[in-house]
């Protein structure tokens, strides 16, 4: 069943390879929902982002988990993670039980990082939301055994500790996989694979038949699968949880703020309406370093459409830019909560972190976001006047 069909990220980007990777998602979710639009025992979820503050990043952010595909089933959850490889993907064992990836085109060889690690990472990061929600989302222990669970766990409250996470990779269509070195995936603590898009829902498929059988009575303590389980209505309740706490990436570009009177409290604050984030090249240097103190710069060039950017915590639009010890961030006039200017380029997809990369200054009333690899600064946010 599809709980969260497939959706293209708003103010989609004209950079290729981010146009690739959206087109590599777009294919899963469509095989994803021809073959499991009318499972009963499998909950589709596309494109799941969570932001998560008791998880916060080492600046102190909040926390963010980006799922391309998640299937919840009574036995745990698969999180699939699409590739878009137009030529070839090479993976090898890094020699300590690691794997190593690099994309081939047109003859050259770009390393990535392993999305298999990326995904196990990704589990872990859901265990940990899904288990202080555990009370609303899972019931008690059978009667029979609360008070062994009492004096064991010291309650009877069911968990998310034991959620089983398989992880799959899907490498596009038209792509090539070379396993270098007679590498092979994983199979501990269970079987992970590295397969093409269309691949997908046949090992999905095997994969919930295998924890299915692992959890009949005569296999019990032999393996892994089937060794937790769910009942067989919480499996569409956690997926339907999940997707409801969605929070789609607002900064692909963020908006320029754009003012509005608010009537209610005499003071401005961002339109709700999509607006365009202001793009300039940086001036650059003969090495290709950009210098703010260069001449000539071209001039702005609006983006795509885009949502309003929103608190984090309460989701309301009267935002208002600050600096703290963790960087630029905005101040919720609704909740009083903050929440980061997020330091992702809208063009090219770098990630800044602690000033390095993609850093954001302030100028006046109006906050840019300045990318070193693309030479690309844009003006993302603008401070009404007080």
């Not at 300039?280 to 001449?295: C, E, L, V």
């Amino acid at each position: 069943m599809i709980i969260r069909p497939y959706t293209r990220a708003s103010g989609s980007t004209n950079d290729r390879l981010a146009l690739a990777g959206e087109k590599a998602e777009e294919q899963l979710a469509f095989y994803l929902h021809r073959a499991f639009s009318s499972h009963p025992d499998l909950f589709v979820v596309n494109g799941l982002r969570l932001v998560d503050p008791e998880q916060p990043e080492h600046d102190g952010s909040a926390g963010v988990c980006q799922i391309d595909h998640l299937i919840v089933h009574r036995f745990g959850v698969f999180i699939i993670e699409s590739k878009s490889i137009s030529e070839e993907v090479r993976v090898r064992g890094d020699g300590a039980g690691g794997d190593e990836w690099v994309r081939v085109y047109r003859g050259r060889e770009t390393g990535f990082p392993s999305p298999i690690q990326q995904a196990r990472r990704q589990g872990e990061f859901l265990r940990a939301f899904l288990q202080r929600h555990r009370g609303s989302l899972l019931g008690r222990v059978p009667m029979g055994l609360r008070t062994i669970a009492k004096i064991v766990h010291h309650t009877d409250q069911r968990g998310f500790k034991g959620l089983a996470v398989q992880v799959l990779v899907a490498v596009s269509d038209r792509g090539r996989i070379t396993r270098l070195g007679g590498w092979t995936p994983p199979e501990k603590p269970f079987q992970v694979h590295v397969c093409k898009a269309d691949l997908v829902p046949d090992r999905v498929t095997e994969e919930f038949k295998r924890h299915v059988a692992g959890s009949s009575p005569m296999q019990a303590g032999k393996e892994l699968y089937g060794a937790w389980s769910m009942r067989q209505e919480e499996p569409r309740a956690v997926a339907e949880f999940l997707a409801a706490r969605h929070q789609p990436l607002q900064s692909a570009p963020v908006a320029a703020a754009a003012r509005v009177p608010d009537d209610r409290a005499g003071r401005s604050h961002a339109s709700s309406a999509p607006l365009a984030t202001e793009i300039r090249r940086a001036p650059q240097h003969a090495t290709g370093r950009s210098d703010n103190a260069q001449k000539g710069q071209s001039p702005p060039r609006p983006a795509a459409p885009v949502t309003q950017p929103r608190c984090g915590a309460c989701g309301d639009a009267r935002l208002v830019g600050r600096w703290g010890k963790y960087g630029y961030y905005w101040k919720c006039e609704a909740c009083g909560k903050n929440t980061p200017m997020p330091t992702i380029c809208s063009i090219c997809g770098a990630e800044g972190r602690g000033g390095k990369v993609v850093r954001i200054r302030k100028q006046g009333p109006v906050f840019l976001r300045r990318c070193e690899p693309c030479g690309l600064e844009e003006r993302i946010w603008t401070d009404a006047e007080r």
